[in-house]
């Protein structure tokens, strides 16, 4: 057993120091919430969480510093009649983890049910599910060299939407292990392709971490677009060059610091309407098993079933002020890697 202290309830999600790190999770209706770390071999420990502040559960471990990989089991009951759906056999992803180890694995397990049919969801999985991705302690720390962004007037602003990956893979001046990647995008030649546009801001289609559904998975396909958020404040670790757990955090600011020194504004196509969790017979990534009812908009009279507005299986529930504050807490996030 690790020796931990109480922590801090904020700032939320997994903040390291130079002797540990803090977690904070919220969830109002949890009965109980177990931290779980990860070796790079996937073995888990499980450290039981005694103290919580109003609906924040935290904790702090000494001795676990950046690049560690972690997720949550969170118990309490499970009932979709009344909008719960607590599964402690699911390992889940942080909603504030700063980045993601790997993507889903379903054959793994990323339900919190068993059996495949139109009334599965009705009964708990009694099943280990641990597909799900795990959250990665990430360092803050970057030299940003006072950069900034250019701040052109929108009347002179010309922008460039495109997605990273698209942006570099048949480029032919990008070195082959940089195309498709943050570092592909913040190559001289694609710069120079840019400014020789007269792009003053590029918009890039979501790099928060997104989940390529189990659907396309059994048919060899892949969301390519990246709607399909799981990660609000982590970028998607698909587009890094380098092999390291969370070099993703790095080279997206670094890639910002080049196009601001470029004269290149950088602003973010983001989603915060839905998330990949899908509709009752979604899987249970995140948000679904931290706290159902609190998260997502669910039909009053049938809280078994979501609000579904735009067509993406579910709605967020952004009238309850911890919703609210998560989508806040990312949009800030963001804003201080200069992107907007």
Request: aromatic share 10%.
């Amino acid at each position: 057993m690790l020796p931990t202290l109480p922590g801090l309830p904020y700032p939320l999600g997994a903040t390291p120091d130079p002797s540990g790190t803090n977690f904070s999770l919220c969830s109002e209706d949890a009965t109980a919430v177990e931290l779980c770390l990860f070796d790079a071999e996937d073995r888990e420990v499980r450290i039981e969480i005694h103290d919580r502040t109003a609906f924040i559960w935290h904790v702090y471990v000494p001795g676990i510093a950046p690049g560690a990989r972690y997720g949550y089991r969170v118990h309490g009951p499970y009932e979709p009649s009344r909008g719960l759906r607590f599964n402690p056999k699911v390992v889940l992803l942080d909603p504030y983890a700063r980045a993601t180890n790997g993507l889903e694995r379903w054959q793994r397990g990323c339900f919190g049910y068993d059996v495949a049919d139109t009334q599965a969801d009705l009964v708990r999985g009694n099943t280990e599910q641990l597909g799900v991705r795990r959250g990665v302690v990430a360092d803050d720390g970057f030299d940003w060299e006072n950069d900034g962004p250019p701040r052109i007037p929108l009347s002179q602003t010309v922008i460039y939407e495109t997605h990273v990956r698209g942006l570099t893979m048949l480029h032919p001046a990008v070195p082959p292990a940089l195309r498709g990647t943050y570092s592909g995008g913040a190559h001289p030649a694609v710069l120079r392709h840019l400014q020789d546009l007269g792009v003053t801001a590029i918009e890039l289609m979501p790099v928060h971490a997104f989940v390529d559904e189990k659907h396309l998975v059994d048919r060899n396909l892949r969301n390519d677009w990246g709607y399909s958020t799981i990660g609000f404040f982590a970028p998607d670790s698909r587009y890094r060059s380098g092999t390291e757990v969370g070099d993703e955090v790095r080279e997206f600011k670094q890639m910002v610091k080049a196009l601001h020194r470029a004269g290149i504004e950088v602003i973010l196509d983001v989603v915060y309407n839905h998330t990949a969790e899908g509709n009752h017979l979604g899987p249970t990534l995140s948000l679904r098993g931290i706290d159902n009812r609190v998260y997502y908009r669910l039909v009053a009279q049938q809280p078994r079933y979501y609000f579904d507005y735009t067509g993406t299986r579910n709605t967020l529930n952004v009238w309850h002020p911890q919703v609210l504050s998560l989508i806040m807490d990312s949009l800030r996030y963001w804003h201080r890697t200069g992107a907007r």
